[in-house]
């Protein structure tokens, strides 16, 4: 399996702090953001990573992370000349992926799980995870049925679905590509990964984790301030990198 970090964006909401500098390269507890997610994928002996970053930063990420060999690993880059929704990760890395399954994590998004045995057991089809929080509508909200399964995926919905918010990490296979190709923007003027999602739900071949393990997206003051608690205490121990 190969892995993706989405990098791209403006970090709007933490400015004045992404002023500067790209959100995903600001100090979380006493690494850079990115070595959180990077470290995820590395951990599950993920070893060829594409970084996609935005054009006015790819020098920064060049300069902190190099070819990847010194973490046992090789780095492809590609610019995301701007955000037009998650699911465009995937088509600027078409020619990577090629025909492999791959992980999608994003810069911003600091997990205590390892996700090791998910990606082992991964053959085809989609796999997203989802974890009970108190706030689900800031995210893609999953709703189950009686039978544990999953009935409907919601992106930010304006009324209560359910508890479980979905995490910024998914595995596809390859045929992600020419889906998230056909996808329509949103009101929003971007594509949605709740889209991609419920494509592969509509054939049946959507699974959904849920996470035990602590979770942060660091996208906000708020977050971003949990994510250096959350750093110290648990994720701080567990980097390889």
């Given at each position: 399996m190969r892995g993706i970090i989405l990098s791209?964006?403006?970090g709007t909401r933490l400015r004045p702090l992404t002023n500067v500098t790209s959100k995903q390269l600001l100090p979380v507890y006493n690494k850079p953001m990115i070595y959180y997610p990077l470290n995820t994928l590395l951990k599950a002996s993920i070893r060829e990573i594409l970084i996609i970053v935005a054009p006015e930063r790819a020098g920064d990420y060049l300069n902190l992370l190099g070819s990847g060999s010194r973490f046992g690993a090789k780095f492809t880059y590609e610019i995301q000349d701007k955000p037009n929704g998650l699911p465009e990760a995937f088509v600027i890395g078409q020619?990577?992926?090629d025909k492999e399954n791959v992980a999608l994590i994003l810069g911003d998004n600091l997990f205590e799980n390892d996700f090791t045995k998910d990606i082992k057991a991964f053959t085809k089809g989609a796999k997203v995870f989802a974890k009970r929080v108190p706030d689900p509508g800031r995210s893609g909200v999953v709703k189950f049925n009686a039978k544990k399964k999953v009935e409907l995926i919601v992106e930010k919905p304006?009324?209560?679905i359910s508890d479980y918010a979905l995490v910024g990490f998914y595995l596809y296979d390859c045929r992600v590509v020419?889906?998230?190709k056909n996808l329509k923007p949103s009101t929003r003027g971007e594509t949605e990964i709740v889209d991609l999602h419920n494509w592969y739900l509509k054939h049946h071949e959507l699974?959904?984790?849920i996470i035990k393990g602590k979770w942060r997206d660091a996208g906000t003051i708020e977050s971003y301030f949990e994510a250096q608690i959350m750093a110290k205490e648990k994720l701080h121990k567990q980097?390889?990198?």
């Open positions: 791209g964006g403006s020619n990577f992926i304006k009324k209560w020419e889906v998230a699974e959904v984790g980097l390889i990198i």
